[in-house]
């Protein structure tokens, strides 16, 4: 059974401090994708990384692959309290389902 | 173009009864997936579909079931509901039956009382 940790798993910090969340796991994923869930609504795809070392930047994130596709950060820089929320990551080997994280509880205070 | 919809969004139910959740995918998304998510258990997988064939299943008892139509819309239905069953039901599509990218409806939130 693939299992996909992350950590930490709540994490409360001022705005415009900067923060990573790791996900790691013992299994090679052929993707990695990291979500975004907001109170009473449904994750929001973010990004998806393919190969290994891989880094993608969305403004303030950036999202890193590791160099065997079995683990992912993502770093924000100078978070703002619009980046609070859930973050999700999910990876899948070959065409297995998907298997998430727990999920890491952010919260960014003004 | 519309994204993943899921009716209906908030429900309350009594143990013993069923329920019928239903989602229609991203235009062109073939393939359907349904969650479970609980604060305690986090997302956890309950299966997909595609072209009206189920092709994986998650851990959960037969009291879960799904199907999909024609037309690639997807409902899934829980029988006999017990308290545990309370959570938010995601709904997720992807376009073909490859690829592991795949886009979330807002989801159902059933209580059960």
């Known amino acids: 059974t693939q299992l996909l940790e992350q950590s930490p798993q709540f994490l409360s910090i001022q705005e415009g401090e900067n923060l990573t969340v790791y996900c790691n796991s013992s299994?090679?994923?052929?993707?990695l994708q990291w979500y975004r869930q907001e109170p009473g609504e449904g994750p929001v795809l973010l990004v998806t990384?393919?190969?290994?070392?891989e880094v993608k930047k969305l403004k303030r994130l950036t999202f890193q692959f590791g160099d065997a596709r079995k683990d992912s950060s993502l770093h924000i820089t100078a978070a703002q309290p619009g980046d609070t929320g859930l973050y999700l990551c999910?990876?899948?080997?070959?065409?297995?389902?998907?298997?998430f994280g727990q999920g890491t509880r952010l919260t960014i205070n003004p | 173009k519309a994204g993943v919809t899921q009716t209906p969004r908030y429900l309350i139910k009594t143990r013993g009864q069923q329920v019928t959740l239903s989602c229609s995918p991203i235009?062109?998304?073939?393939?359907v997936s349904w969650y479970q998510q609980t604060p305690g258990q986090g997302l956890q997988f309950l299966f997909e579909?595609?072209?009206?064939?189920?092709?994986n299943k998650g851990n959960f008892p037969g009291r879960f079931s799904g199907r999909q139509f024609s037309n690639s819309r997807s409902e899934m239905n829980v029988s006999t509901l017990e308290l545990g069953d309370s959570a938010l039901y995601l709904c997720?599509?992807?376009?073909?039956?490859?690829?592991?990218?795949?886009?979330f409806g807002e989801g159902s939130w059933l209580t059960v009382v």
């Open positions: 579909y595609f072209s009206e064939t189920q092709r």
């Open positions: 999910a990876g899948a080997e070959g065409a297995q389902k998907l298997v």
């Open positions: 299994s090679v994923f052929s993707s």
């Open positions: 235009s062109g998304h073939r393939s």
């Open positions: 990384v393919v190969t290994g070392g």
């Open positions: 997720a599509s992807k376009q073909g039956a490859s690829g592991n990218t795949i886009y």
